[in-house]
């Protein structure tokens, strides 16, 4: 055997507590969809988050990225993109890009990803990362997400990884119909619930999933005021 060198065992480190999340953090919590697990398998969490932070990149936990904003812990993403039910053919919008980790995701289960960021330092950041990656898939767009990316639209699948006080109008009409929304509902650094909007051929219908804690979704159909957020 080839004996490693330093950054060979380093990564050969990395991919070992990536396994060990998805078995003690996800599937012990009951996600089973093996395209999700092979997704969190794959995508090196460590390479998203700044490295002042990335010895902790496969804890159970969110942690910070800067500018107030913070990379979901690993059950959340995989819950979320579990409720998603995206497949490889699902034209994907994601709203709030922030790290891009959970574009990343995405992106390995769907055609193709659109996410947008108001943060143009998140927004160049993961930009870089997801094309160092290789993920060609993805477009990533610098704006408010809340009102969605009509130009792109429709989507079957809408993903918001920050809370908004109700399920925003345009992101509602630019679901397609058969399509899934999946956005935290509730009040601005207070106690939220994962929703999931479908859109049938009669309208909209929401069920709620479990609660969480996000940042909030800032813009003209998210919160507008919010105290401590820099405007971006
Ligand atoms: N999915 C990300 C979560 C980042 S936190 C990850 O796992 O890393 C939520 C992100 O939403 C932040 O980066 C924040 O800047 C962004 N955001 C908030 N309001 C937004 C809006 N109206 N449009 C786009 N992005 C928004």
């Not at 999340?21 to 697990?37: N, S, Y």
């Amino acid at each position: 055997m080839t004996p490693r060198g330093p950054q060979e065992t380093l990564e050969h480190a990395q991919t070992e507590r990536r396994h060990a999340m998805v078995e003690g953090q996800i599937e012990r919590r009951g996600v089973h969809d093996p395209d999700v697990l092979s997704a969190l398998r794959t995508v090196p969490r460590h390479l998203f988050v700044p490295t002042e932070v990335e010895d902790r990149a496969y804890d159970d936990a969110a942690l910070p990225i800067g500018f107030g904003q913070t990379i979901s812990q690993p059950y959340i993403v995989a819950l979320m993109t579990v409720l998603a039910e995206v497949t490889l053919r699902s034209r994907v919008l994601e709203v709030g890009s922030g790290s891009g980790y959970q574009t990343a995701i995405l992106a390995e289960l769907a055609d193709r990803v659109y996410t947008v960021e108001r943060r143009r330092e998140l927004e160049e950041r993961a930009r870089l990362i997801l094309a160092k990656l290789g993920y060609h898939n993805v477009t990533t767009v610098l704006g408010d997400g809340s009102l969605g990316l009509p130009e792109q639209a429709p989507f079957d699948r809408i993903v918001v990884t920050a809370a908004a006080p109700s399920p925003p109008p345009p992101l509602l009409e630019q679901l397609a119909e058969g399509g899934r929304l999946v956005v935290p509902i509730g009040p601005a650094g207070g106690d939220q619930v994962l929703v999931v909007v479908t859109r049938t051929a009669d309208g909209w219908h929401e069920v709620e999933s479990i609660p969480c804690r996000f940042v909030p979704l800032l813009g003209e159909s998210g919160y507008r005021d919010v105290e401590g957020q820099e405007p971006p």
